[in-house]
T-cell receptor
Framework: SQTIHQWPATLVQPVGSPLSLECTVE??????LYWYRQAAGRGLQLLFY??????ISSEVPQNLSASRPQDRQFILSSKKLLLSDSGFYLC??????????FGAGTRLSVL | AQSVSQHNHHVILSEAASLELGCNYS??????LFWYVQYPGQHLQLLLK??????LVKGIKGFEAEFIKSKFSFNLRKPSVQWSDTAEYFC????????????FGQGTILTVHP
């Protein structure tokens, strides 16, 4: 069966520090991969999606970037965190336009 | 661009009451529609989906939703809620050549009192 792993679960980082959040999927090949940010009362906002290795599409301009170095690995990064980057980040996968399956999320606090 | 609107931010009910959560979307083409649920401390998980066919779809835990194309709506219903239904509910849509990208509504927090 397919599983999705996301880590770390919680992260506290100072302003200006770098960020790397990792997401891996097991049990499927060539999935679509997604990074969302969830804010209270605002639902989930799609940040990035990828339909293949090295293929990244950004949905909103921001201080973050994403990479997909392997088929089932999706990384969310920043060179210098801002206070406004605080939030709950979710990774998800799907097969083409099908159901999306979500990871447990990372709570990021930038202080 | 797609957008999704959920009518209520916070709904409070007593057990056994009926539930209807509103969801409207804006997209002129063919859509896939979803309701996701996030129970306290748990992953976001699929409650039910509509891809095609019968516009009345049934999901887990006694939930159902009806797709009304003319109203661009996909409302979630349950005839009798339980305390364990306390959660946040999200409506989502993908359509067109959107590579499966989901556009989510703002979410509705449901609190059920025993």
């Amino acid at each position: 069966s397919q599983t999705i792993h996301q880590w770390p679960a919680t992260l506290v980082q100072p302003v200006g520090s770098p960020l790397s959040l990792e997401c891996t999927v097991e049990g499927t090949s060539n999935p679509n991969l997604y990074w969302y940010r969830q804010a209270a009362g605002r639902g989930l906002q799609l940040l990035f999606y990828s339909v293949g290795i090295g293929q990244i599409s950004s949905e909103v301009p921001q201080n973050l970037s994403a990479s997909r170095p392997q088929d089932r690995q999706f990384i969310l990064s920043s060179k210098k965190l801002l206070l406004s980057d605080s939030g709950f980040y979710l990774c998800a996968w799907s097969i083409r336009r099908g159901i999306q399956y979500f990871g447990a999320g990372t709570r990021l606090s930038v202080l | 661009a797609q957008s999704v609107s959920q009518h209520n931010h916070h709904v409070i009910l007593s057990e056994a009451a009926s539930l209807e959560l509103g969801c409207n979307y804006s997209y002129g083409g063919t859509v896939n529609l979803f309701w996701y649920v996030q129970y306290p401390g748990q992953h976001l998980q699929l409650l039910l989906k509509y891809f095609s066919g019968d516009p009345l779809v049934k999901g887990i835990k006694g939930f159902e939703a009806e797709f009304i194309k003319s109203k661009f709506s996909f409302n979630l219903r349950k005839p009798s809620v339980q305390w364990s239904d306390t959660a946040e509910y999200f409506c989502a849509v993908n359509g067109g050549t959107s590579y499966g990208k989901l556009t989510f509504g703002q979410g509705t927090i449901l609190t059920v009192h025993p």
